[in-house]
């Protein structure tokens, strides 16, 4: 978004200040996106992407994930929930 906003403000004012300034915007922002994809794709194969160790503390209370049944609800928990505790999430 500032990188955009710096390039835009460039265009309309014609201040180089500017044109460095969302070129330096610009490039920290891919570099920032591309490392954040790299490491989301390595850590997808081995699974550990999808480690939620908060899980099987919120499976331990009472109730549903939320901590307490709502009204007219049974407590406990879906057979989904249950799979993904059961393995070690």
Known sequence: MYA??????????????FRVW???????TILLWMVVFYRTVALVPS????DA??????M???GNLSGSPREGERGG?????KEIVERGC
């Open 4 to 17: 955009n906003l710096t390039v835009n403000l460039y265009q309309t004012l014609d201040v180089t200040f």
């Open 77 to 81: 928990h879906s057979p989904v929930t």
């Open 60 to 62: 331990n209370t009472e």
């Open 47 to 50: 699974g550990k992407i999808f």
């Open 22 to 28: 969302g070129a330096i915007w610009s490039t920290f």
């Open 53 to 58: 160790p908060c899980i099987e503390e919120e």
